[in-house]
């Protein structure tokens, strides 16, 4: 069973940066793709960015291609979330996610992750 929990979220003005941490646990990276993905209120839950197994591979939305930045530091188990040149419109409730994968290049549905985090609000103003 993997567990997620989500760090990092916060209140920020317009153009400002935030960066979100995920912990899984070790070796969840070994076995499994990570994925970022936001709730803006009234809306469905969309992927922001997965960091395919092996760390090498990654892919965002268009929407937030050339500001987001998903990365893994190995030593701490971590994977973030460098969230830079925010706008109101990134408000949301972000959720880090996992699924044991092979690989890919694409953008799942939150239907295709198997393990989910609580959350962690971003406020943009």
């Known amino acids: 069973h993997v567990q997620l929990v989500e760090s990092g979220g916060g209140s920020v003005q317009a153009g400002g940066s935030l960066t979100l941490s995920c912990a899984a646990g070790?070796?969840?990276?070994?076995?499994?793709?990570l994925g970022w993905f936001r709730q803006r209120p009234g809306k469905d839950r969309e992927g922001v960015a997965v960091?395919?197994?092996?760390?090498?591979?990654?892919t965002y939305a268009d929407s937030v291609k050339g500001r987001f930045i998903i990365t893994r530091d190995k030593a701490k188990d971590l994977v973030y979330l460098q969230m830079n040149g925010l706008q109101p419109e990134d408000t949301a409730m972000y959720y880090c996610?996992?699924?044991?994968?092979?690989?890919?290049?694409?953008?799942?549905?939150?239907?295709?992750?198997?393990?989910w985090g609580q959350g962690t609000q971003v406020t943009v103003s």
């Open positions: 996610a996992a699924k044991s994968c092979s690989g890919g290049s694409w953008m799942p549905p939150a239907g295709w992750y198997n393990y």
């Open positions: 070790r070796y969840t990276y070994k076995r499994n793709c």
């Open positions: 960091l395919w197994i092996g760390g090498a591979t990654t």
